[in-house]
Nanobody, 128 residues
Framework: QVQLVESGGGLVQAGGSLRLSCAAS????????WGWFRQAPGKAREFVAA????????DYTDSVKDRFTISRDNAKSTVYLQMNSLKAEDTALYYC?????????????????????WGQGTQVTVSS
């Protein structure tokens, strides 16, 4: 099993920055692909960003491209989401998700069902 704990959320003004962290314990971190998702009040959870096992490929939803950056540090078993130029519409509960290696990889992965492990979420609130 893998346990995920997100941190780094908070209240920030529009135009500001936050860095979310997701610390993993349990299964070998380096063997996992990772994603970030978010859920705004009254809306379905949506894909934000993803990174492959190797870290060599990333993917972003269009609304965060050029503002958010996903990265991973295998030595620290942590995946990050650097969020710059934040907007009010980025307000949501942010989740990290992990996918264990199945012997193949076609990632980065965008769909919730493609992930095996989920954190509890960290709240990001952007004031306009």
């Amino acid at each position: 099993q893998v346990q995920l704990v997100e941190s780094g959320g908070g209240l920030v003004q529009a135009g500001g920055s936050l860095r979310l962290s997701c610390a993993a314990s349990g299964r070998t971190f380096s063997g996992l692909a990772w994603g970030w998702f978010r859920q705004a009040p009254g809306k379905a959870r949506e894909f934000v960003a993803a990174i492959t096992r190797s870290g060599g490929s990333t993917d972003y939803t269009d609304s965060v491209k050029d503002r958010f950056t996903i990265s991973r540090d295998n030595a620290k078993s942590t995946v990050y989401l650097q969020m710059n130029s934040l907007k009010a519409e980025d307000t949501a509960l942010y989740y990290c998700a992990g996918r264990y290696y199945r012997g193949y990889e076609f990632g980065p992965y965008r769909r919730e069902y493609e992930y095996d492990y989920w954190g509890q979420g960290t709240q990001v609130t952007v004031s306009s």
